[in-house]
């Protein structure tokens, strides 16, 4: 056994480095070690590709040592999986092994890499090993150190280490799974702060890569950052049953992937949402919130999920509808054949918004009324019908313009007021008018006088409505998968939550949706680009809103709908981790987004949590995903040099001379 496994140029290419000290293999080598032999595992038929000795003492083998195992092949029929991994691959390889027996066989290289050039070179000569069927591949924990992994690398070598496996195994399925969580030493409760936000960036850019080249993912971080009483203290490691929660998804995801059939190259089952049991959850702590509004198949299931989850539930109410009537007293349709007379208002008006409110309501964390529908805003041309006129009882048009809008308000304050009455306990809020309406066209490329322009309606009817809700709204439903959609949400935030100031602090509510909107015809119904999930997870929080709501209509879907609902979830749990004090901070924003935008500059928001301690927001939509771009932020006093990469979302916890991103 030996170095003469492999050529000689792979001994010397894969050293291993830590804070700029090379440790070459050969001279502190950990030789493979022997396998005793386990079921259908021979270590005699198995290959000893090089395995070296790990120089950080914390990061240990935690096993049988680094090693490839090849399974005995005697049913060439049998597909071949092959697990690549480091020592969290040693605490659940056995029970992978025995829960896929008689279906698949298991060869596991069990390695204490991290990405570079020479890993890469090494994986194609593992991969001689095969061929397999299916590789379920990570490597995450040994990459941390300072000096092992080069600024500005971490994503090209990940995106080649995949090309390398495409290349050598072009029919296989791939399914890559994240890092774990480090715990801290001792406190396995707590996360460890110095190491885990190295994973979790780790693990983000690592899922960029997954996303853009097509490879499914299994989230071991999410499915144990919140089960963290099953790590075993030392840090990295895990108790039994946590291993058994990673052998049950390895096994899970690989079945499913050799199960999938093609037609004529074409998949034929729908891309793999990730189960919720498998997504992270996103508590939040002081007043921020977020809520869960997704109509689908399963809502009750998808309900219980997303509350075991954090999220709060919303009774929405289509107010003017009715269904039980078969829609024969629909109030929308009445508004159809009425754009210019608000004190016409149907016999049936009360009472149906009544039923609705009574049959919709006491169930969720906040209740709101759907209420959309466009009236005649043109005093002049309202003002000309004269039954109109002479209802408003007003005598001048300067009269007439205040009781014109005054009484459409109605339409939308009575039904907040009888829901308050129906369920005194449950915030009202409402869809439909904000204090600023949702636009993109109307702000961009504009500046502050033409955007207030083109809204004085808005504030002309909403400051009738406002003494009626609990709390506000602002639809930011994305459009385009254009960087300026990253600057839409931020400035229609920013806008509805500047103009409600004046009536008082009540908390403002982001509504989003994963897909883009119908309007839209050729991205209606996908789902949106990673870096935008990303923006709409964080952005809210860091524009002056307390909180965001999920919504979504899914009557098709089954189990979890959405694709980029970890991604989401996974960027909102960066919120999470820091909510306590995101809740207590001061938002400072030096410049309006629509003038960021206009200039194509990055979007950065401030947090101030003490003079010393500052949470940042800053994204870079403009630039390419494998860019970077460094920029200067002030924070107070001081000023900090921050690094964009791509099109990400950055949150940047500053605590005196610590940078630190999430």
Request: net charge positive; aromatic share 10%; hydrophobic share 40%.
């Amino acid at each position: 056994m030996g170095a003469g496994m492999f050529p000689a140029n792979l001994w010397n290419a894969c050293e291993m480095k830590t804070k700029g000290t090379t440790v070459n293999p050969a001279l502190s080598l950990l030789i493979v070690l022997l396998l005793t032999p386990l079921d259908a595992r021979h270590a005699a038929d198995a290959p000893k590709p090089l395995a070296v000795a790990e120089t950080d003492a914390r990061l240990r083998a935690d096993g049988k040592g680094w090693r490839l195992d090849k399974a005995k092949v005697t049913d060439p029929k049998r597909p071949r999986v092959l697990l690549i991994g480091d020592s969290i691959l040693n605490g659940y390889l056995n029970r992978v092994t025995a829960l896929l027996d008689g279906k698949t066989y298991v060869d596991a290289w069990v390695n204490p890499y991290c990405q570079s050039e020479s890993l890469n070179k090494l994986l194609a000569e593992v991969l001689a090993q095969g061929p397999y069927d299916l590789v379920h591949f990570n490597m995450g924990l040994h990459g941390w150190p300072e000096g092992r992994i080069k600024p500005g690398t971490f994503e090209p070598l990940t995106k080649a280490y995949v090309e390398v496996l495409k290349a050598k195994l072009p029919k296989a399925k791939l399914i890559w799974a994240s890092s774990t969580p480090v715990t801290a030493q001792g406190k396995p409760t707590e996360l460890e702060p110095g190491i885990n936000p190295i994973i979790i960036e780790h693990n983000r850019m690592a899922a960029k890569v997954m996303a853009e080249t097509g490879v499914p993912v299994n989230d071991f971080y999410s499915l144990l950052v919140n089960k963290r009483e099953l790590a075993r203290g030392d840090r990295f490691h895990w108790t039994a049953p946590a291993y058994e929660l990673l052998a049950k998804t390895v096994v899970e995801s690989v079945l499913q992937e050799l199960g999938k059939s093609k037609t004529n190259g074409v998949e034929q089952t729908k891309a793999m949402t990730t189960p919720w049991e498998k997504i992270r959850a996103v508590p939040m702590s002081g007043d921020l919130r977020v809520f869960w509004d997704v109509g689908c198949r399963d809502r009750d299931y998808n309900r219980e999920q997303a509350v075991n989850h954090g999220l709060k539930i919303v009774d929405l109410l289509g107010t003017y509808s009715d269904y039980p009537g078969k829609q024969k007293e629909n109030i929308s349709k009445f508004l159809e054949g009425n754009r210019t007379n608000p004190w016409k208002k149907p016999e049936y008006f009360e009472r149906i918004i009544k039923r609705n409110i009574a049959s919709g309501g006491g169930k969720g964390a906040i209740f709101v009324h759907d209420i959309e529908f466009g009236f005649e805003e043109d005093v002049e041309k309202a003002w000309a019908d004269e039954e109109t006129r002479k209802l408003s009882g007003a005598e001048t048009r300067e009269q007439f313009a205040a009781a014109y809008f005054r009484e459409w308000a109605t339409w939308f304050s009575l039904p907040c007021v009888w829901a308050k009455q129906q369920w005194p306990r449950e915030p009202v809020g409402l869809y439909g008018p904000q204090p600023f309406r949702r636009d993109y066209w109307g702000i961009a490329g504009k500046n502050a006088k033409q955007i207030d322009g083109t809204h004085v309606r808005d504030a002309e009817l909403w400051k009738h409505i406002d003494p009626f809700v609990d709390f506000y709204i602002a639809s930011v439903y994305v459009f385009y998968d254009d960087p300026g959609s990253i600057y839409y949400m931020a400035s229609n935030i920013e806008e509805n939550v500047a103009r409600t100031r004046s009536y008082g602090n009540k908390p403002l509510y982001a509504y989003e949706w994963l897909r883009y909107h119908d309007s839209n015809k050729k991205l209606a119904g996908q789902e949106l680009a990673p870096y935008l999930v990303e923006a709409m997870a964080v952005l809210p929080f860091f524009s002056g809103a307390r909180g965001l709501v999920l919504w979504g209509w899914e009557p098709k879907g089954k189990g979890q709908c959405y694709e980029r609902l970890p991604l989401f979830m996974n960027s909102l749990g960066r919120v999470s981790d820091l909510s306590a004090k995101i809740a207590a901070a001061t938002l400072a924003i030096d410049e309006p987004a629509h003038v960021l935008w206009k200039e194509k500059r990055p979007l950065v928001r401030k947090l101030c949590v003490t003079p010393d301690e500052w949470i940042v927001m800053a994204v870079n939509p403009w630039q390419d995903e494998t860019e970077k771009k460094d920029i200067n932020v002030q924070c107070g006093t001081r000023s900090v040099l921050l690094t964009l990469d791509g099109r990400h979302t950055d949150i940047i916890h500053i605590q005196g001379s610590r940078v630190m991103k999430r």
